[in-house]
T-cell receptor
Framework: GAVVSQHPSWVICKSGTSVKIECRSL??????MFWYRQFPKQSLMLMAT?????????EQGVEKDKFLINHASLTLSTLTVTSAHPEDSSFYIC??????????FGSGTRLTVV | GENVEQHPSTLSVQEGDSAVIKCTYS??????FPWYKQELGKRPQLIID?????GEKKDQRIAVTLNKTAKHFSLHITETQPEDSAVYFC??????????FGAGTTVTVRA
C-alpha cells in the first residue's frame, strides 16, 4: 500500500527559530499533499494544500508567511514553520493520496517551541 | 466549504458489544467518506471508506452506511475488542481533493 514518510517525528526548538518538516511519498507520486495541525484531543485541522510545481493553497486563518510550503517534486513536500513561537507547538501531520486509494497520513511531527 | 459534524464525542462500550458513530456533512457535492482510527501519538489509519455510489460497505467487523439524501454516514463496529479503543474520525470531501474531518470520537472498550 501507499506509504508516506514524515520527518522529523519530533523536534524541540527555541523561540524565534525556524523548523522544516518533510513529507515524502515513498512508493507513489503525489501531485497534491495536505498539511494538518492537530491539538491534543482535537481533530485534524487542514492548514494548506500543497501542489507540486505551484503555490500552496492555504486555508482561511493560516498565515502563509509563517507556514511556508514547498512542493518541488512529485514525492516531497516541506512545511517550514518560520520564527516559531510557543503557540506554534503542536502535532503537524501530512497526507497524500495515491490514485485509486485512500489518503495516507505521515507519522506526524510533534513540534515543541521553548 | 464542507462542514462535518460527528457524534458522540466519547463512547464507552462493553467488550463484545457494538459501537456506532454518526457523522453529517453539509456539501452535497462530497462523494468520498473515509473513516480513520488514531491511536494515541500515532498517525490516523484508514479503516474503511465509502463512495457516494454505494449505500453500505462492510469489512469484517466494521461497516459503514451512507445516506446521501440525508447527508449522513455512520460507522458500525461489531463484537468490539479492547484493541478497538482509539479515536475515530470521519471525513468527507471530493475524491482527489481535500477532506474535512469530524471532531473525533474517543472509543473505549471495557474488558
Amino acid at each position: 500500500g501507499a506509504v508516506v514518510s514524515q520527518h522529523p517525528s519530533w523536534v524541540i526548538c527555541k523561540s524565534g527559530t525556524s523548523v522544516k518538516i518533510e513529507c515524502r511519498s515513498l512508493d507513489f507520486q503525489a501531485t497534491t499533499m495536505f498539511w494538518y495541525r492537530q491539538f491534543p484531543k482535537q481533530s485534524l485541522m487542514l492548514m494548506a494544500t500543497s501542489n507540486e510545481g505551484s503555490k500552496a493553497t492555504y486555508e482561511q486563518g493560516v498565515e502563509k508567511d509563517k507556514f511556508l510550503i514547498n512542493h518541488a517534486s512529485l514525492t516531497l513536500s516541506t512545511l517550514t514553520v518560520t520564527s516559531a513561537h510557543p503557540e506554534d507547538s503542536s502535532f503537524y501531520i501530512c497526507s497524500a493520496r495515491e490514485k485509486g486509494n485512500g489518503y495516507t497520513f505521515g507519522s506526524g511531527t510533534r513540534l515543541t517551541v521553548v | 466549504g464542507e462542514n462535518v459534524e460527528q457524534h458522540p464525542s466519547t463512547l464507552s462500550v462493553q467488550e463484545g458489544d457494538s459501537a456506532v458513530i454518526k457523522c453529517t456533512y453539509s456539501d452535497s457535492a462530497s462523494n468520498y467518506f473515509p473513516w480513520y482510527k488514531q491511536e494515541l501519538g500515532k498517525r490516523p489509519q484508514l479503516i474503511i471508506d465509502i463512495r457516494s455510489n454505494v449505500g453500505e460497505k462492510k469489512d469484517q467487523r466494521i461497516a459503514v452506511t451512507l445516506n446521501k439524501t440525508a447527508k449522513h454516514f455512520s460507522l458500525h463496529i461489531t463484537e468490539t475488542q479492547p484493541e478497538d479503543s482509539a479515536v475515530y474520525f470521519c471525513a468527507a470531501g471530493l475524491s482527489d481533493y481535500k477532506l474535512s474531518f469530524g471532531a473525533g470520537t474517543t472509543v473505549t472498550v471495557r474488558a
